[in-house]
């Protein structure tokens, strides 16, 4: 069983940059896959923005790319999701998860690569969500 609390968040302007964290505690192991997802207030279910695994191998979502960057620090129990140039469809409850069984993954012609498929209900373990407003 592992409890997982987030921080961070905040409200920004268009182009300013916010860090998040995810503190994990109760039995953490190094090779759960971790991930952030988010969910604006109009959406149905969360959407995965980014993931790691216990081997360090990172994934992003197109939305995402090339703005956040997502690591963790296995000594400090901790996990983090740093967003530069935020935009203001950015805007949700980032939710910070882990999961030990690992995720199916799939082809992506387009990077030529596999990646993971991010889905929330694949996921056991959640925090309580920390609120990101981006402003124009």
């Known amino acids: 069983q592992v409890q997982l609390v987030e921080s961070g968040g905040g409200s920004v302007q268009a182009g300013g940059s916010l860090r998040l964290s995810c503190v994990g505690s109760g039995s953490p192991d190094s090779t759960y896959y971790m991930a952030w997802f988010r969910q604006g207030p109009e959406m149905e279910r969360r959407e995965g923005v980014a993931?790691?695994?216990?081997?360090?191998?990172?994934f992003y979502a197109d939305s995402v790319k090339g703005r956040f960057t997502i690591s963790k620090d296995n000594a400090k129990n901790t996990l983090y999701l740093q967003m530069n140039n935020l935009k203001p469809e950015d805007t949700a409850m980032y939710y910070c998860a882990a999961e030990k069984v690992q995720l199916q993954r799939y082809w992506n012609s387009a990077r030529m690569s596999w990646e993971p498929m991010l889905q929330s209900s694949d996921f056991g373990n959640w925090g309580q969500g920390t609120q990101v407003t981006v402003s124009s």
């Open positions: 993931g790691i695994d216990g081997d360090y191998n990172s």
